[in-house]
C-alpha cells in the first residue's frame, strides 16, 4: 500500500469512530494530556488544512507555510475544541475531502517540489500523504475509542517504526541504541546499539513503545532496553 492508501484508510476508520460518538463525547478527555476529544478532533481537521497549505505551495509554487505563525496552530485548536458534536464531525469530514482534492490536483512533476514541514525542514512534496497518514492512525488511537495500536496496517506500522526510530537515532547519546525487529520486516537500526541488544516484537508494538503510546509489554527485550526520547 501506498501513504495515500494509508491515509484513505485511517480517515475512513476515524470517521466512521467520529460519527459514532455521543454529544458529551467531545469534552471527554483524550489520551493526549489537557486535551479532550474536541482539542484533538480540531487539530485534526487543522492539520489536514495545514497539509492542503503544502500541496498549494507544491502545485503553484507560491510558499504557503501550514500555519502562518507558531503560535496559530494552539490558537486555532483551542478556539475550535468547545463546538459541538455536530460541528466537529462534519469539520473532520470536510477538511479531508479538501485535502483528497489537493493531492489529486497535483501534477506529477509537483510531487517533487519542495515544501517545509511544520518542524521546519525542507521535504519533497511526496512526503506530505505521509505526515497524513501518519496523523490519522496515531490520534485515532489518540481519541480513547476504543481502537487501539493494533489496528494499524502492519505495513504502516513498520513504516512508522522506521521514519520514529530515524527521528531518534539523531538525538540519542553515542553507544546507546537497539536493533529493532518484527517477522516479515527488515531490522531497524536505533541509535548505536551495543551488540546484543535487540528488540523483537509486532509493528504495532514496536511503534506504540517508541511513540510513548504503550510500554514493552509485548516486546522482547535482549540487553539493557535503551532510554528514548520524547517522539514530536
Known amino acids: 500500500m501506498t501513504p495515500l492508501d494509508w491515509v484513505d484508510e485511517g480517515q475512513l476508520a ?28 480540531t487539530h485534526l481537521a487543522r492539520n489536514a488544512d495545514a497539509l ?17 505563525s ?24 470536510e477538511s479531508a475531502a479538501r485535502f483528497r482534492k489537493a493531492v489529486e490536483a497535483l501534477s506529477p512533476d509537483a510531487w517533487s517540489a519542495t515544501v517545509v ?11 506530505v500523504p505521509w ?4 496523523e490519522v492512525w496515531i490520534h485515532l488511537v489518540d481519541l480513547r475509542v476504543g481502537v487501539g495500536m493494533d489496528a494499524l496496517p502492519p505495513d504502516f506500522a513498520w513504516a512508522l517504526v522506521r521514519d520514529v526510530a530515524g527521528w531518534m537515532s539523531a538525538r540519542i547519546a553515542p553507544g546507546i541504541g537497539a536493533e529493532l525487529s518484527a517477522d516479515g520486516h527488515d531490522t531497524v537500526v536505533l ?7 535487540t528488540v523483537t ?3 504495532y508494538a514496536l511503534a506504540a513503545w517508541l511513540t510513548g503510546r504503550s510500554g ?17
Open 191 to 197: 541509535g548505536t546499539p551495543a551488540p546484543g541488544v
Open 216 to 232: 514493552t509489554d509485548e516486546l522482547y527485550v535482549t540487553g539493557e532496553l535503551p532510554e528514548i526520547p520524547r517522539w514530536l
Open 131 to 134: 505526515l497524513r497518514a501518519r
Open 117 to 127: 514541514s511544520g518542524q521546519g525542514r525542507d521535504i519533497p512534496a511526496s512526503e
Open 52 to 68: 492542503v497549505n503544502l500541496l498549494t505551495w507544491a502545485r503553484t509554487g507560491i510558499p504557503t507555510p501550514m500555519y502562518a
Open 14 to 41: 476515524l470517521q466512521q469512530a467520529v460519527d459514532a460518538l455521543t454529544v458529551d463525547a467531545v469534552t471527554e478527555p483524550s489520551a493526549l494530556p489537557g486535551w479532550t476529544r474536541g482539542h484533538l478532533l
Open 201 to 203: 516484537g509486532p509493528p
Open 70 to 93: 507558531p503560535d496559530q496552530r494552539v490558537t486555532d485548536v483551542e478556539a475550535g475544541a468547545g463546538r459541538p458534536l455536530a460541528e466537529q464531525q462534519a469539520y473532520v469530514g
